[in-house]
Nanobody
Framework: VQLQASGGGLVQAGGSLRLSCAAS?????IGWYRQTPGKQRELVAA???????KYADSVKGRFTISRDNAKNTVSLQMNSLKPEDTAVYYC???????????????WGKGTQVTVSS
C-alpha cells in the first residue's frame, strides 16, 4: 500500500487550498490528519469507501472530504482557512466502522499547510 499526498502551501487567512491523496493497493477508508510541533496528530476528516464522512468540530463547515473511487484518490478541500489550520497534513489508510474511522499504520508523506494572518 502506498499513499501519495499532494497540495498544500502558503495561503492568507480566508483563502482555500486543496489536498489530494492517491492510494495504491487499497480502497479502504482514508483519513486526513494534521500535526503541529509538540502535539499529537489529530484527525481532521475521514471518508469511508462508501462515502460516509467524519469531520473534526474545528473544521466542520469549512473543509470537505471527497473521494474518486475510479482514481482511488481522496481530496480535502479547505476553505475559509485560519492561521490555526497551519500544520503538516498527512493522509492515512484506515478502516471504517459504525463508530467511526480507525487508522492503520499507513501514512503518506506530510504536506505543509501554512495560513498567514
Amino acid at each position: 500500500v502506498q499513499l501519495q499526498a499532494s497540495g498544500g502551501g502558503l495561503v492568507q487567512a480566508g483563502g482555500s487550498l486543496r489536498l489530494s491523496c492517491a492510494a495504491s493497493g487499497s480502497s479502504n477508508a482514508i483519513g486526513w490528519y494534521r500535526q503541529t510541533p509538540g502535539k499529537q496528530r489529530e484527525l481532521v476528516a475521514a471518508i469511508s469507501s462508501g462515502g460516509s464522512t467524519k469531520y473534526a468540530d474545528s473544521v466542520k463547515g469549512r473543509f470537505t472530504i471527497s473521494r474518486d473511487n475510479a482514481k482511488n484518490t481522496v481530496s480535502l478541500q479547505m476553505n475559509s482557512l485560519k492561521p490555526e489550520d497551519t500544520a503538516v497534513y498527512y493522509c492515512n489508510l484506515g478502516f471504517w466502522e459504525s463508530s467511526g474511522y480507525y487508522r492503520m499504520d499507513y501514512w503518506g508523506k506530510g504536506t505543509q499547510v501554512t495560513v498567514s494572518s
